[in-house]
């Protein structure tokens, strides 16, 4: 780690200054919590900031489709066992915001900072980062995010040769292939319950294997590798064959593998599995996902899913029928506008639920719904859909903009 001596330059200063005046009159005009238009002020009048910013910390960046944000969260936990973290925990993922968190402190040793998939290799190429983790990548926004081979290339070239430790999914082949041209990989076997994205080879484009939990190209032999973490039911095992009980708080398989990735990034650092995950222990709900609140005398828990990985995931993790389940789907620049994605989910494990759609996209969904013979109503917002429910307890699934038009309303 570099010496503590003051990495910003006067003009440095200047910007964070500024960028934290203007972050402040956005969250004062309430229009959010300026994190985002606060880095483009600082950036704008230092566009070294980020490097600087990152300078005295150890990075560690977390880049996906599905998991970063709740990944960065346990990560960021598990190291504050070794001294003091900062961190863009509420998912502003872009450079913007990624150096509005980095500004916020500056007594920090630890930077754990989640990335959008496409600004992965800038912002390691700024931050010179110890370590990276790569967990799975998916489609997602398919109107406008490139397919996923594409991405998992730009990661390959960006990570190139770089020094950090690279802590990467050995179940999901795009991420091996990505991660392959780092020297340095600690390969976790997390699992992969999403396949349709790696049908073909990333390498040849052959058609891959699947064999139980295994996969390879059948044309040019690229292959698995051998992991030495992975998730194994409740527990974590490491390199050395032990293995460690995983204490979380947060629901569903698909955390315990964010878990087991962050275990593996922690011994990175010199924090051991069983100190990690303990930690992990106190993170309860991540930017509203998985809380329960009390709205109209009903139960509602919110969950987030943004693309057909994440929809599968949630559907594993709610209560059995006959819950009743609220679906919410928009379409707005942030989710990308293209809904056709809705046809890659499988909506029949919702079968035997009671399901409420609403959302700017609720008759797409419906269509959807009605194909997959589902037995549903179509509501106006989310006060009628929790009128339509009995007492109890409701799982609320949204995606991104809808989650947030959710949180908003009931008060999360």
């Not at 200063?13 to 500024?18: C, E, G, L, N």
């Not at 899913?305 to 679906?327: H, M, R, Y």
């Amino acid at each position: 780690m570099a010496g503590n001596s003051d990495p910003l330059t006067p003009r440095a200063k200047i910007a964070v200054t500024a960028g934290k005046a203007v972050a402040a009159a956005s969250r004062a005009a309430g229009r959010g919590s300026g994190s985002v238009i606060g880095g483009r002020v600082a950036l704008k009048l230092d566009p070294d900031l980020l490097a600087r910013l990152a300078q005295n910390l150890d990075v560690v960046l977390v880049s996906a489709t599905n998991g970063k944000t709740t990944t960065t969260r346990l990560i960021a936990e598990a190291l504050r066992a070794a001294g003091p973290v900062v961190s863009n925990a509420l998912g502003a993922n872009m450079p913007a915001g990624i150096t509005s968190a980095l500004a916020g402190s500056s007594e920090a040793r630890y930077g754990v900072i989640e990335v959008d998939e496409k600004y992965l290799a800038g912002v390691a190429r700024d931050t010179d980062p110890k370590c990276i983790a790569l967990l799975n990548l998916s489609r997602d926004q398919l109107d406008r995010a490139a397919e996923t081979r594409m991405l998992a290339e730009n990661w390959r070239e960006g990570l190139a040769g770089s020094k950090a430790v690279v802590v990467a999914n050995a179940d999901d082949p795009l991420v091996v292939w990505a991660a392959s041209s780092s020297p340095n990989v600690v390969w976790v076997a997390a699992g992969q319950m999403w396949k349709d994205d790696a049908w073909s080879c990333p390498s040849c484009g052959g058609v891959m294997q699947r064999p139980g939990d295994d996969w390879f190209c059948g044309e040019c032999g690229f292959r698995r590798p051998t992991p030495s973490w992975a998730l194994s039911g409740d527990h974590v095992l490491d390199p050395h064959g032990s293995a460690w009980p995983i204490h979380l708080q947060l629901p569903g398989r698909a955390n315990k593998a964010n878990a087991a990735s962050s275990a593996a990034v922690a011994a990175v650092f010199g924090v051991p599995p069983q100190v990690a995950l303990e930690r992990m222990y106190q993170v309860q709900a991540v930017a509203g996902r998985y809380d329960v609140v009390q709205f109209q005398q009903r139960d509602l828990r919110l969950l987030l899913a943004k693309n057909p990985a994440g929809w599968l995931e949630t559907f594993s993790l709610i209560d059995p029928p006959p819950t009743p389940v609220i679906l919410s789907v928009n379409a707005r620049g942030a989710d990308g506008t293209d809904t056709s994605w809705l046809w890659d989910v499988d909506y029949t494990r919702l079968t035997g639920h009671p399901i409420c759609v609403i959302g700017d996209r609720k008759l797409d969904l419906a269509v959807r719904l009605e194909v997959a013979n589902q037995h549903f109503q179509v509501c106006e917002n989310i006060d009628q859909a929790v009128q339509m429910c009995p007492p109890g307890r409701i799982e609320v699934i949204a995606n991104y903009t809808a989650f947030q038009d959710l949180r908003r309303r009931v008060g999360n």
